[in-house]
């Protein structure tokens, strides 16, 4: 079924993956809807401040969809990413992935023309991305800065436009948030954030038929993505590992030996994001290494 696309701005911005938030939103599976996202340059204080722990990235929702029930696996489509012109960056002590502490530190980030700006005339090619988005957890409101089986501040880059995401939903209605864009961010956003920016999703959703997985999956550009989560990377190495394992396994009915050396072979396994209470590490495989389609990818 599609309709009008449906609105909710970032008025609706909430800090926590909330169960039991009323929903901005209800829509019918597939209909597409819209979902504003703040970022730290929202706050007018960002240009001014000198401690930047005070801002936080909230994600916008929840938005209902219509006949999903607990246990179902969703695909979630990415439509469109749009996002404004400019984005903000910011190091913490203590926080980031380097040895040596980071000082306090915040910067703007011109966005046009393809590239996010750095100073020197650094250009980044921007590439778009959702870094927060899930459903609602059963009998949990965590903050959105982290991370499970229901998604959440995955920081993956590879939900882009185009991108489908797959997550198995905790309560009726699923109650999904999103937030939290990036114009660019490289694997494992090493600093604490990657180019924040404020912009809006193009969303839709649909249950689709049951598939071997418990975390959240990505297809985009002819990869499958599985994603884990830990206390720390080598938990969530084996998080993503072992989901991919069933996943090919029950493609190809392969054993556990078999599927191990073809993804030792064939399968890359990189860091998501390493900067958050819960590590993220995503295994990513081509897509013509599997017999039939044990999710239903992204539609033409």
């Keep these: 079924m599609t309709g009008a696309t449906a609105h909710a701005d970032f008025l609706h911005a909430r800090g926590e993956f909330d ?10 599976q597939g209909q597409r809807f819209r979902l504003e996202a703040r970022s730290v340059l929202t706050d007018p204080r960002f240009e001014t401040a000198e401690d930047f722990s005070i801002f936080s990235i909230p994600v916008t929702g929840p938005v209902r ?4 029930r607990p246990g179902d696996l969703v695909r979630i489509d990415v439509h469109d990413i749009r996002i404004a012109d400019r ?16 000082e306090m530190h915040g910067m703007v980030v011109p966005v046009h023309d393809g590239f996010a700006h750095f100073p020197d005339d650094v250009r980044v090619p921007i590439r778009p991305m959702i870094g927060k988005i899930g459903f609602a957890p059963e009998g949990d409101s965590p903050n959105s800065s982290t991370v499970g089986r229901y998604g959440g501040n995955m920081d993956c880059r590879d939900i882009i436009t185009g991108s489908s995401l797959f997550i198995t ?4 209605g699923g109650l999904l948030y999103a937030g939290d864009l990036h114009a660019v961010q490289g694997d494992g956003e090493c600093s604490l954030t ?12 649909r249950v689709v038929r049951p598939a071997p997985v418990r975390g959240p999956v990505v297809f985009a550009e002819d990869r499958m993505i599985v ?7 080598d938990e969530a ?13 029950a493609d190809r009915g392969w054993t556990r030996e078999r599927t191990a050396m073809l993804l030792s072979a064939a399968a890359d396994v990189a860091v998501s994001q390493l900067v958050n209470a819960r590590r993220s590490v ?19």
Aim: charged content about 25%; overall charge negative; glycine content about 12%.
């Design 19 to 28: 169960p039991g938030a009323e929903p901005v939103l209800s829509v019918a």
């Design 65 to 68: 969809i219509e006949g999903v």
């Design 87 to 102: 984005g903000g960056m910011v190091t913490m002590p203590g926080r980031g992935g380097f040895g040596e502490p980071l």
């Design 169 to 172: 939903a905790q309560v009726d």
């Design 194 to 205: 990657a180019v924040e920016m404020e912009g809006s999703v193009e969303l839709s959703c």
């Design 227 to 233: 994603l884990g989560d830990g206390e720390d990377l």
């Design 237 to 249: 190495a084996t998080v993503a590992l072992d989901e991919m394992m069933a996943i090919v396994r």
């Design 282 to 300: 995503k295994v990513s495989l081509d897509t013509r290494y599997l017999l039939t389609a044990p999710f239903q990818t992204k539609e033409d």
